[in-house]
Nanobody
Framework: QAQLVESGGGSVQAGGSLRLSCTAS????????MGWFRQAPEKEYEIVAA????????HYHDSVKGRFTISRDNAKNTVYLQMNSLKPEDTADYYC?????????????????WGPGTQVTVSS
């Protein structure tokens, strides 16, 4: 069965960096677009970043452009989110998700599989 497992969350001071990883199993990873979503307390899910099957097409939320980088390694069935210059408003639970298909989708409903999430806390 399909499974996604995130790692790399934690607590950091503003201006710091974290690298999230998400390892997939149980499906053909290279045939899926991968996305990172986040949900802050009392807020909706929002797309943070997404990458298409071969890594050549990416999408970023405006608030993270220039600070976050999404990448993937199909040989390792893993997608990464490098987060630099973190801000307190980046504090949220971060979720990895997989969407069947070759094009990037930015809405949560378009994703087939989800990880359990990892918490990121940025203090000022």
């Amino acid at each position: 069965q399909a499974q996604l497992v995130e790692s790399g969350g934690g607590s950091v001071q503003a201006g710091g960096s974290l690298r999230l990883s998400c390892t997939a199993s149980g499906f053909t990873f290279s045939g899926y677009t991968m996305g990172w979503f986040r949900q802050a307390p009392e807020k909706e899910y929002e797309i943070v970043a997404a990458v298409n099957w071969n890594g050549e097409n990416t999408h970023y939320h405006d608030s993270v452009k220039g600070r976050f980088t999404i990448s993937r390694d199909n040989a390792k069935n893993t997608v990464y989110l490098q987060m630099n210059s973190l801000k307190p408003e980046d504090t949220a639970d971060y979720y990895c998700a997989a969407q069947m298909g070759l094009d990037v989708t930015t809405t949560p409903n378009g994703y087939n599989y989800w990880g359990p999430g990892t918490q990121v806390t940025v203090s000022s």
